[in-house]
């Protein structure tokens, strides 16, 4: 009696272990022919049996259940998306399970090599089948002007695989576009750990984000890395010198200058810092020379002629206070000469002023000092033309503001 209750025993836990196989054949079957949804359920049962449940094979066919799902679907919004991240953690947990390696059984499936463009039979639909369908996904979004898809989707491509500097640097650029700063130093500082990857535009982007949020150290920090790979990238010169200032490291700004006129003795970016250190120090005449070369250089460049101009002008006003504080005896024997050297420098600076106008024509701030300048010269019908024009852009009482 005891062996026909085994017997029957033994009979009934084959049955439901074969049941439970049945089930997963009929996910792998409703998965094939395209009914998902009856695929889905069926995988669910069978990974809450404890047998099939346990089993790397169900999870696999769950995550491939997943991917279909939301391949097949041809939205790209944050349901389909849930889709996509259901399917990666499910894949995550199988390559778990299989004891992750990717070298033989269920390790080497879940990561089998997947070939975009031949027919969906033969896809592996493999983690890799998710990456690049998501990666497709990110791409229509980004046609369709949804960035913020487009980011999720490239971010979701990038969970696979973390040295693929395509998916990085573009879903780095898209979190810095939609304001998502700290995704987007994620992806940069992944591909900073790529030795052979040229990442000079995310060395830029992440040195604008570091200045943006006002970490002036934390963007020097990036400079120095940077310039230790590149130190002939001018534009990373240019950030350096421009950082130095901002950290008040004088000497290494002006060490920094000297080194970068070397290599680009044209550089009119470069000419106007050493001009404004130069000036800080009390070198004013290194100054204006290194403003006027920037203007030689570059008769368009607006801050070389503006710079030109306002230091010719604060040269007018240290003689000018110079002059006001002679004695009246001094001031008698020195006047007509130090005035003649005051409008000097007026009517030098109008050249620059001038420039700066043609180059920006909506400056009132421009058009205001050219009116100072000729009055202060008695050009009084230059100075009443740009009285009218700044009448008509600021109105009448332009004057008081």
Request: net charge negative; glycine share 6%.
């Amino acid at each position: 009696m005891k062996k026909l209750i085994l017997s029957l025993a033994l009979v009934a836990v084959t049955a439901i272990a074969f049941g439970q196989k049945k089930v997963v054949r009929s996910a792998n079957k409703n998965f094939k022919s395209g009914d998902l949804e009856a695929a889905l359920t069926d995988i669910n049962m069978a990974i809450e049996d404890p047998e099939t449940g346990a089993e790397p094979e169900t999870y696999l066919l769950k995550a491939q259940i997943e991917l279909k799902m939301f391949g097949s679907d041809s939205t790209q919004n944050e349901e389909n998306l849930k889709l996509g991240e259901a399917s990666l953690a499910t894949f995550f947990k199988t390559f778990e399970m299989a004891g992750s390696n990717k070298e033989e059984g269920v390790g080497k499936d879940v990561y089998a090599e997947d070939v975009t463009g031949v027919p969906d039979n033969l896809r592996p639909y493999s983690i890799m089948t998710l990456k690049n369908t998501s990666f497709d996904k990110a791409i229509r979004s980004y046609e369709n002007e949804d960035l913020e898809m487009a980011y999720e989707y490239f971010n979701l491509a990038g969970e696979i695989d973390p040295r693929d500097t395509t998916i990085h640097y573009n879903a780095g650029f898209l979190a810095n576009e939609i304001g998502r700063t700290e995704e987007a130093k994620k992806h940069f500082n992944l591909l900073f750990e790529i030795p052979e990857y040229n990442k000079i535009n995310a060395y830029y982007t992440m040195i604008q984000i570091s200045s943006a949020e006002e970490d002036s150290e934390g963007a020097y920090e990036l400079v120095k890395n940077a310039r230790e790979e590149y130190p002939e990238d001018k534009v990373l010169a240019e950030y350096e010198i421009q950082l130095l200032l901002q950290l008040n490291k004088m000497d290494e700004a002006m060490a920094q200058i000297n080194e970068a006129l070397k290599n680009d003795p044209e550089n009119t970016a470069i000419l106007l810092r050493s001009g404004y250190l130069k000036e800080q120090s009390g070198d004013i005449e290194g100054a204006l020379a290194d403003y006027k070369k920037s203007v030689e250089i570059d008769s368009e460049f607006y801050e070389g002629n503006y710079y030109t101009g306002a230091l010719l002008l604060e040269m007018a006003k240290e003689v000018m206070t110079e002059l006001n504080a002679l004695s009246d005896e001094e001031w008698e024997k020195r006047s007509d000469e130090m005035g003649a050297k005051i409008n000097g420098y007026y009517e030098d600076a109008v050249p620059y002023f001038e420039k700066s106008l043609e180059i920006r024509p909506e400056d009132t701030d421009v058009m205001a000092i050219l009116f100072q300048i000729h009055s202060r010269l008695k050009n009084a019908e230059e100075a009443e033309k740009y009285n009218q024009k700044l009448i008509e852009l600021l109105g009448p009482n332009w004057m008081e503001g």
